[in-house]
Structures are given as structure tokens and as C-alpha cells.
């Protein structure tokens, strides 16, 4: 009698590089479903949902034309409509099968349920690595013991020592660990920004599919050109075409944001990296070689160390965040911060051109840079004092890399103070003069970015003043805040009692702005 073994593979498991496909078994089914718990959790983009499904079946191909055995099951099958339980408690029956087995999940959500229904199994079950982060679950967990605050900078440090990544012996290559402060450069239409790729998939199956299960969705698609990577070719594709054209002015222009530039020179791999279709080794990989063939362009330091800094440093670091402080985590919100997102996050009709324009791009692309996400829309979401569980579905929905374990410690960590400084050291909040310095935004907004009062007052000036003043018992022991603190103990009383006019308009009714 055949042994047969049932595995799991999730939406964001697409590591094709996994150990588990090294050699084909005709005893092991690979199970992958197009399930409903996982569109219906939060209202995804639907560049998120078609982009996830389209990836899912080009992986089944793959492993298909490798000679493993696969069940898909797409959103017509009527368990894609059940829970996952059901699913698997289905296919073990389907195939006889004597033992399952599943890949670690990186949500919290999956692993609980994973495990509650390993437990209620009546047969041998087993969780394997993902292959595919540098650090484990606990890294970060481990290396923090006994340490008061959880910077980033540390655990960055160590991971370059440990993997020798730009290392000259002991030392940092260039003898400096961080180059940020060449890193800040606002783009004033040079150097030219070279055309996106153009992947050009159809996904029209999928997205007919998608609609015809009438499944909620925010945000637009163009089916018959879809321009993300949903293979494993396509991700190497961008990768190179990262490396060949953008590389060398990442680092320079990482902070910057345009009107008429959405990508800039930013990479748009996060998506290939979350769903595992690439691996943050290959990629790291890729640039330090081309780093160090120096092919035409030339690539200096700077942009190759601010690369391998978010890779390395960051993803890294939020991950073990996440698995560090998860479940609490996710109610975490030390300002007791209570307002509601505005209308506009979903229409991106408003008057302030910054919000316009991120979240136009974001509702267009389910795409926006790092520095829209944190100081604009986070920054006037924090501003505005919004619970940052509304934030946190927001920006989980919206993102085409949006994924639980990653999202989370960014949104309500780094942008919204919500864990009380575990991710930040001090809150991430701006007034209107930040954006103008690194955008051109304002050059054609209707606000003044000059000003702090009367109708043309840039909004995000008095919202920063008035936040200010609402926290400052808050953050009156944070010395990273002393110099702004002290700028507000000195304006003038009569000022501020305008400013906090305006402000308490603002926050009460974000849609006339
Ligand atoms: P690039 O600028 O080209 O950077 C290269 C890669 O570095 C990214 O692909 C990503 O994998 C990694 N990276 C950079 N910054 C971070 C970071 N802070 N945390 C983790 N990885 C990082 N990233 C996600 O992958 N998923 C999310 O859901 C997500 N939500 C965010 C929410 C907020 C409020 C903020 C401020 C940031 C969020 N980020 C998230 C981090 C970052 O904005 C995106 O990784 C980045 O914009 C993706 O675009 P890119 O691939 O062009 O990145
Ligand atoms: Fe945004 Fe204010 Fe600049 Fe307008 S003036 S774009 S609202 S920062």
C-alpha cells in the first residue's frame, strides 16, 4: 500500500528552490488553493488577489513540468469556498494520504490555525522551514535578550559580520556602516529615470475568475497588462533590470517622491521576495556582483550598502519583530490614538496633493515607495491621530507586498508609534516643510507649505503642531524630542491656540481638505 503524503503550499510559499523539491516522490501530493479565507480576511487590492493567483498557478506549472504531483484547486472548486481545515481534511481523504506535512507560515494567523488543526489530525503531521530568510523566527528575539531597546542598527551590523556581506575583514567595506546621509537627495529631473519594465502579463482568467466569485476588492487593474512579476522568470527579470538601470542611483534618490514618477529607482521586488518567488540571497547577491563587476553603469558604495541595508537590515528585522511580539502586537496602541481613516484613503479625493497623489498611485499600481507610506500617508494618518487598527487594514489591503508579518511592524511600529518605540526610536511626523524638501508636490498643491495658519495653510503644519502638543506629557522623557518640544514651549500662546483651531478642523473633517 502507497504512503502517501499531503503537502501544503500557501499563496506566499512559492520558493521553488525548497529542499522539498529536490527530488520528485510519486508518494508526495502538493496540495495549493485559491481560498476565500485568504481574499476575505481584509479587502485586498485586486492587483493583490489576481497577482497572488496568477503567481500560484505559474508555480503549479513549474513543479508539474518538474514531474511532483499537484492538486490545485481554484476559487471554482466549491472547498476553495470552506475553511482551510476543511480543505485539508478533504484532500487527505482524496488522497489517502497518511501524513501531512506544511511549510512554516510567516503569519501569525496561519501558523494558530496550522497548528489547531495538526492537533485535532488523527495522523502524523510535521512543519518544515520556508528556506528562505537569513535569521530564524528568534534571531532577533535571541540577539535582544537582555537588551533594553530593539535597534535596528545592531542587529544590521551583526548580520553583515555573520553572512559577510560588504565586509573587509572585520571592518564595514568603505569603512562606514551607513551611508544615509548621502541618501537624501530630492530628484529634480536628473539623472533621467529609465521606463519601468514592461511585464505585460494577461491575467484576464484569473481576474474574470476573481470577479465572477464576487470577490471584494479596492483598486484597479489593467487585466491585459498586468505589471507584476508572477513567475519566477519574470522576477529574475526585474531583479536584472534593477541591477542593470536603477542600481546606481538607488541609494541617492531612496527618500525621494515626484508627481510624475511613481517608481523612481526603487526595485518593486518586495512582491517576488514575499511571496518567496525569489530569495533576499539571490538578491543581495545579484547586486553586490554587480557591484563588484562594475559593468556599465558605474554603482558606488552608497547605493549598493542603502540596498542591502533594507534587505539585510530591515525585512530581516521586522520579521523577528513580528514573531517576537505577536499576538499583543497587533493591539498595540500606546498614544490611544481613536480617529477613523478619512473617505479619501479609498478615493484619493483630496485638496492636499501629496495624499493625492500616494494614494492615487497606491489605488492605480497597489504600489507606493517607502517614504509615501511612511511620511505621507502614515505621517498624516499618525498626525490625525487615527486608531492604527483602521491604518493597519488600510495599508495591509492596499499593498500589492502587503502580508501580515511584515506589514504590521511597519505600519504600526515604524509610521504609527502604536508599540510605544519598540521599532522607532522617536515618531515618524512631519510637517509640510519635510515633504516639500523631498518632493515636488507642493509646487503644485493648493496649500502653502510656508504656512501654518488661514486657508491656505499647508494642513500637515498645524496637524504637526497640535500633535505635538497633544503628546508631549507622552514623549516629554524622549530626548529624541527635546529640540522639537522645546520649539513649541516657545511659540507664542496665541499662535498655538490658532494652530490647534485649525488642526481640530482638520481632524473633523479630513474630507473638506
Ligand atoms: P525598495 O525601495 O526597492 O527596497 C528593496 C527591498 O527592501 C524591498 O522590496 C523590501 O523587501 C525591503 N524593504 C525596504 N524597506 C523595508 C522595511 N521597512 N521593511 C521590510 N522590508 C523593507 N514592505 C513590504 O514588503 N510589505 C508591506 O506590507 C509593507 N508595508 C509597509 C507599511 C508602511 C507604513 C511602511 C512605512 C513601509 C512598509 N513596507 C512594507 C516597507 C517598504 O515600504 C516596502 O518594502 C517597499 O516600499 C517595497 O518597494 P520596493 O520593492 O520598490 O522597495
Ligand atoms: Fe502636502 Fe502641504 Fe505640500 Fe500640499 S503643501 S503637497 S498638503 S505638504
Not at 391 to 402: M, N, S, T
Request: charged fraction near 25%.
Amino acid at each position: 500500500m502507497k504512503k502517501v503524503t499531503l503537502r501544503l503550499i500557501l499563496g506566499d510559499q512559492l520558493n521553488a528552490s525548497h529542499s522539498w523539491f529536490s527530488k520528485t516522490d510519486q508518494d508526495v501530493v502538493y496540495l495549493m488553493a485559491e481560498m476565500r479565507q485568504e481574499t476575505d480576511y481584509v479587502v485586498h487590492h485586486i492587483q493583490k488577489v489576481v497577482g497572488y493567483f496568477s503567481a500560484m498557478r505559474n508555480f503549479e506549472e513549474t513543479l508539474k513540468r518538474e514531474g511532483h504531483q499537484v492538486t490545485y484547486l481554484t476559487l471554482d472548486h466549491e472547498s476553495c469556498h470552506r475553511t482551510l481545515s476543511f480543505i485539508i481534511e478533504e484532500q487527505l481523504a482524496v488522497h489517502k494520504a497518511l501524513f501531512f506535512e506544511y511549510l512554516e507560515p510567516d503569519e501569525y494567523r496561519l501558523d494558530k490555525q496550522l497548528k489547531e488543526i495538526c492537533q485535532r489530525l488523527l495522523l502524523a503531521a510535521k512543519c518544515y522551514d520556508t528556506e528562505h530568510f537569513y535569521t530564524s523566527k528568534n534571531t532577533l528575539k535571541d540577539f535582544f535578550t537582555g537588551k533594553k531597546q530593539y535597534v535596528m542598527e545592531p542587529f544590521y551590523r551583526m548580520m553583515r559580520k555573520k553572512h559577510r556581506i560588504l565586509m573587509e575583514g572585520d571592518k564595514p567595506l568603505g569603512d562606514k556602516w551607513n551611508f544615509d546621509q548621502e541618501n537624501r537627495n530630492k530628484w529634480k529631473g536628473k539623472p533621467a529615470i529609465p521606463a519601468p519594465i514592461k511585464l505585460s502579463n494577461n491575467v484576464s482568467e484569473v481576474y474574470a475568475l476573481v470577479r465572477k466569485h464576487h470577490i471584494k476588492t479596492i483598486g484597479q487593474i489593467n487585466d491585459n497588462c498586468f505589471e507584476w512579476p508572477i513567475s519566477i522568470e519574470q522576477s529574475e527579470q526585474l531583479l536584472e533590470n534593477f541591477c542593470t538601470y536603477l542600481l546606481k542611483d538607488f541609494g541617492n534618490y531612496q527618500d525621494a517622491m515626484h508627481t510624475q514618477e511613481k517608481f523612481l529607482f526603487h526595485s518593486r521586488i518586495s512582491f517576488a521576495l514575499n511571496t518567496k518567488m525569489i530569495s533576499p540571497q539571490r538578491v543581495i547577491n545579484k547586486v553586490i556582483e554587480t557591484y563588484e563587476n562594475q559593468t556599465f553603469p558605474e554603482v558606488s558604495l552608497n547605493q549598493v550598502e542603502g540596498f542591502v541595508r533594507q534587505i539585510l537590515g530591515w525585512r530581516e528585522y521586522m520579521r523577528g519583530i513580528y514573531w517576537m511580539e505577536m499576538p499583543s502586537y497587533g493591539e498595540k496602541n500606546s498614544l490611544e490614538n481613536n480617529h477613523k481613516l478619512p473617505d479619501f484613503y479609498w478615493t484619493a479625493n483630496t485638496k492636499m496633493n501629496c495624499l493625492h497623489h500616494a494614494i492615487k498611485q497606491s489605488l492605480e499600481t497597489s504600489y507606493a515607495h517607502h517614504i509615501q507610506r511612511l511620511m505621507v500617508t502614515g505621517n498624516y494618518a499618525l498626525l490625525t491621530q487615527t486608531n492604527p487598527d483602521f491604518v493597519d487594514q488600510w495599508y495591509l489591503g492596499v499593498y500589492i507586498d502587503a502580508i501580515e508579518w511584515v506589514e504590521m511592524p511597519n505600519t504600526r511600529g515604524m509610521s504609527q508609534w502604536a508599540d510605544g518605540g519598540i521599532v522607532a526610536t522617536k515618531p515618524y511626523v512631519s510637517s509640510g516643510n519635510y515633504i516639500q524638501k523631498m518632493s515636488n508636490y507642493c509646487e503644485s498643491c493648493q496649500y502653502n507649505y510656508k504656512e501654518k495658519t488661514g486657508e491656505n495653510a499647508c494642513p500637515f503644519n498645524s496637524l504637526y503642531w497640535n500633535f505635538l502638543d497633544e503628546k508631549k506629557a507622552y514623549f516629554k522623557n524622549n530626548h529624541r524630542m527635546s529640540m522639537m518640544l522645546s520649539l513649541l514651549n516657545k511659540m507664542d500662546p496665541q499662535q498655538l491656540i490658532d494652530i490647534k483651531k485649525r488642526a481640530q478642523h482638520i481632524i473633523a473633517n479630513p474630507d473638506l481638505y
